[in-house]
């Protein structure tokens, strides 16, 4: 039985005083089944797991490096999150693959690292708009899931979200045929490829414009496992009913 994972990505976002939210997911949490981890901007993690000591929230990254140590000013190792005791790694999120051009390879490299350190990997995947329209989405989720998914996945060390591109803080969702369609996809796929005991643990998460008012409806669908969620993950007043709504589901 896979548990329901809602996972909050702030990405450059949120205060330092904007962690306080992280005492009432833990307080929501007392009544749902789900688990939250919020993944709070890199200079945030040791002040967030400080606070979420104790309680069941988890606390991840948002990016690791793909080496342990050496010389890349500004980056960040997966055994320091480790460290300070984060226990979760968003990896290859469109903005990144876009910004800096992270390529599949370079995602699984990093996955690799993060296993390593004892992380799990939330490692992201999704179509262009371009993509959706010319009909090729499953053939570039299948590329991208064979290329940003090392050998070794299981259901302990890796979470696959499914983030359409165009869907991402736009407020625009896909149809939920499309969801189940990409969802279904995705499950059949890693059963090829890691057999379906891996598989069946996989979870597998939806990111875009996910919010309390959409967030039962996707949660619906089968294979959807929780979310990976953006802009309404920065409030406990957004975060929370959502989380609310994937127990329930
Ligand atoms: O990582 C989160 C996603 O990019 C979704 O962001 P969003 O919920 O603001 O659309």
Known sequence: MRRK????????????????????????????RAEAVICPPAPYLLPAVTK?????????AQDCHAEPKGAFTGDISASMIKEVGATYVILG????????????????????????????AIICIGESEADRSSG???????????GSLPDGCTGENTVVAYEPIWA???????????????????????AERFGTDVSDALRLLYGGSVKPDNAAEIFKVDNVDGALIGGASLRAADFVPILQALSAA
Request: net charge negative; charged share 20%; hydrophobic share 45%.
């Open 136 to 146: 090729t989405t499953l053939d570039v989720i299948a590329e991208q899931l064979a």
């Open 168 to 190: 991402i803080g736009t407020g625009k969702i896909p149809t939920l045929d499309q969801i189940v369609e990409v969802h279904d996809f995705i499950r059949a796929t890693l």
């Open 5 to 32: 994972l809602a996972a909050g990505n702030w990405k450059m976002n949120g205060t330092l005083a904007g962690l306080d939210m992280l005492a009432d997911v833990a307080a929501a949490m007392d009544s749902t």
């Open 52 to 60: 979420a000591q104790g309680t069941p929230v988890g606390i991840g």
């Open 93 to 120: 999120h469109s903005e990144r693959r876009d910004a800096y051009g992270e390529t599949d390879a370079d995602v699984a490299a990093k996955a690799q690292a993060a296993w390593d350190a004892g992380l799990t």
